[in-house]
C-alpha cells in the first residue's frame, strides 16, 4: 500500500473509533441529539412511572425492537455477501475487481473487502446487543410496580433510563456503522475516494447531530419538557 492508503486508513480509524469522543467535544457547548434523546428518553421513563396502564410504553418498545431486529437482519445478509465475495476463492475477487474496483494485489483487495466487513460486524453485534437491552427495558417497564412516593418513581424511572438509553445508543452506533461501512467500500475505487468518502460520511453523521431540523427540534423539546 502506499503512504496515501496508510494516510486514509488512519484518518477513517480516527473518525471510525473516535466518533464519540469527537462529537462530545464539538457539542460540548450546544449539546447533541443524542445528549438531547438521552434527556428526552429519561422524561419518557419518568412519565412511564406515573401511568396506570403501561401498554403505550411497550408499544413503543416493541416498534424499537422490530426496527432493530430489521436493520440486524440487513446486516446480516450484507455480511454474508461480503464474506462471499473475500472466501469465495481468487475467481470471486477476480470477478469482483473487474466490476469497476481498482486494480491492485489480490491481497490488498482482500483488506480492502475485510475494512468493510469488520464495520458490518461490528455494527451487527451492536445491534444485537442493543435487542437484548431493550428486551430487558421491555421487561423493566411490565414489571413497574404501583409507585406513590415520587421517591420511588424517581428511582425507577432513572433505572429503567440507565438500561433505555445504552440499548438505542448502541442501535444509533449500528446505524452509524452502515455510514462508515459505505465509506470503507470506497477503498475499492483508490485511497482519496476513502478519504473522500470517511470526510462525507462523518460530516454528514455530524450536520445530522448538531444542525439538522430533528436535531433543532428535539433541542428544543428537551428544553419544553425540563421547563
Known amino acids: 500500500m502506499t503512504w496515501i492508503d496508510w494516510a486514509a486508513l488512519a484518518l477513517f480509524f480516527i473518525c471510525w473509533l473516535g466518533y464519540g469522543p469527537i462529537l462530545s467535544f464539538i457539542s460540548r457547548k450546544g449539546g447533541s441529539l443524542n445528549d438531547d434523546m438521552t434527556h428526552v428518553r429519561a422524561m419518557w421513563m419518568r412519565s412511564m412511572t406515573h401511568r396506570e396502564m403501561k401498554l403505550i410504553d411497550s408499544q413503543l418498545m416493541g416498534h424499537s425492537i422490530n426496527s432493530a431486529s430489521f436493520f440486524a437482519s440487513t446486516n446480516l445478509l450484507l455480511i454474508a455477501a461480503v464474506a462471499g465475495i473475500l472466501f469465495g476463492g481468487e475467481s470471486a475477487l477476480q470477478g469482483f475487481a473487474a ?95 476513502l478519504a473522500l468518502g470517511v470526510a462525507s460520511s462523518f460530516g454528514l453523521l455530524i450536520y445530522r447531530q448538531e444542525a439538522s431540523p430533528a436535531a433543532r427540534a428535539i433541542r428544543n423539546a428537551r428544553r419544553l419538557l425540563e421547563h
Open 99 to 193: 466490476v469497476g474496483a481498482e486494480n491492485v494485489p489480490t491481497r490488498i483487495l482482500e483488506a480492502k473487502l475485510a475494512l468493510v466487513l469488520i464495520c458490518l460486524a461490528r455494527g451487527f453485534l451492536d445491534f444485537i446487543w442493543a435487542l437484548r437491552q431493550m428486551n430487558y427495558a421491555l421487561a423493566l417497564i411490565g414489571s413497574a410496580p404501583e409507585l406513590h412516593s415520587n421517591t420511588d418513581r424517581k428511582a425507577f424511572s432513572e433505572a429503567a433510563g440507565q438500561l433505555l438509553n445504552p440499548a438505542l445508543s448502541s442501535f444509533s452506533q449500528g446505524v452509524r456503522g452502515y455510514y462508515f461501512a459505505l465509506a470503507a467500500a470506497a477503498w475499492l475505487f483508490g485511497p482519496l475516494w
